[in-house]
């Protein structure tokens, strides 16, 4: 049974967390509909342990988090993992993912991390320029709220808990989420996930022949 988030951060256990972050794709004219990479690497605290490729992600689509749940789902590491982090909660431009449906659908919490609170307003904006603009406004509401600790900027949501975690009262809470962000991210630097680095870096390699010079 994969451990709780309150246990993993009480008992200071190492956790495997996969970060997915999608690869540079054609913004310039926009190419809605054309297919956006993404990478997922886990890492347990800040050593590498594996890797995902998740492919048919539609520029400005509405597929972006059943692609990501298929792939898990069908992935070794799904039975190992214990939360998935995401750079912010849309791939290929404006494909949002529900976040509360993904953590559903795979069992597990889901985090996504943002270097600044998001304009909520500009984004609905921009998305009523496309369609289905209700499914996507409902996906970013679905997000939950915006939390700002320790400089960690991030919306998360969990699968159902169990009667047992309900029992113990071992709900992940926003502080939970905070210290396994802390966790997973090297000392020192910036306010980035180490799976999230990494896989930005190894998406910009396997799109353009070279990693990027940031994350």
Known sequence: MVKSIPDICRRNISARILGIDDAPFQSKPRAPGSEVHAVGVITSRDR???????????????????????????????????????????????????????ARAISRPVVAVMRSPPNIGKMLGAIAKLPQEEERSDSIR????IHEIRGWVFQFRCQPPSQRQVENGSLATPENMADLLDKCTPTGGQKIPECLRMAHLIGAAIKTGQSSSSA
């Open 142 to 145: 679905a997000a939950g709220p």
């Open 48 to 102: 590498f342990e594996g890797m995902l490729y998740f492919g048919g992600i539609e520029q400005d689509g509405l597929n972006a988090g059943l692609r990501l749940s298929q792939t898990i789902l069908q992935s070794k590491f799904h039975e190992q993992i214990h939360a998935v982090f995401l750079d912010g909660v849309s791939m290929g431009g404006l494909n949002i993912i529900d976040i509360d449906a993904l």
